[in-house]
């Protein structure tokens, strides 16, 4: 029996977490994406469409620039 591993990364980028608040207190929440937002990457690459997909990295919001969210 053949078994198949797939191991990939995911940069969820500035996500608006409680954890998020409490490192950037003087961030504004409505700027970020929510957990449910950048969900469909993560069920993509769980799913048999992604069966491919290996040693790869994805960015779960690749327009957004890293730190504070302004």
């Avoid at 995911?10 to 003087?26: E, L, V």
């Avoid at 409505?30 to 469409?49: E, S, V």
Wanted: proline share 9%; net charge positive; hydrophobic share 30%.
């Amino acid at each position: 029996k053949s078994r198949h591993l797939r191991v990939n990364c995911i940069n969820p980028g500035g996500t608006r977490t409680q954890m998020r608040a409490s490192a950037f207190p003087n961030e504004d929440k409505n700027k970020l994406k929510t957990p449910a937002d950048i969900m469909p990457l993560y069920l993509y690459l769980m799913g048999d469409d992604s069966r491919r997909k290996t040693g790869m990295s994805f960015d779960a919001q690749p327009n957004r620039k890293p730190g504070a969210a302004e």
